[in-house]
Nanobody, 124 residues
């Protein structure tokens, strides 16, 4: 079993940057592909970025491509999401998730474990 705890959210002005972190418990972290999702009020949870368990491949939604960067450190059981050029529409609760698949997918139902989420608010 994997427990995930996100941190790093907060309030930032448009154009600013934030770095989200996700700390995972358990010795099997490197066996999971990881993803970041977000959910804004009244909207469905959407895929933001993902990284394969080998760290060889990353995936991004079109809305964040070129602005966000996902990375993982299997030695420290962490995954990060570097967010830059933030926009008000990036405002949401951001969730870290783990899937037993080799590569991440954009479908929330494919993920086995979720963190509690961290709020990101971008002011205009």
């Amino acid at each position: 079993q994997v427990q995930l705890v996100e941190s790093g959210g907060g309030l930032v002005q448009a154009g600013g940057s934030l770095r989200l972190s996700c700390a995972a418990s358990g010795r099997t972290f490197r066996s999971y592909a990881m993803g970041w999702f977000r959910q804004a009020p009244g909207k469905e949870r959407e895929f933001v970025a993902g990284i394969s368990l080998s760290m060889s491949t990353t995936y991004y939604s079109d809305s964040v491509k070129g602005r966000f960067t996902i990375s993982r450190d299997n030695g420290k059981n962490t995954v990060h999401l570097e967010m830059s050029s933030l926009k008000p529409e990036d405002t949401a609760v951001y969730y870290c998730a783990a899937t037993k698949r080799v590569i991440p997918t954009s479908w929330p139902g494919d993920y086995d474990y979720w963190g509690q989420g961290t709020q990101v608010t971008v002011s205009s």
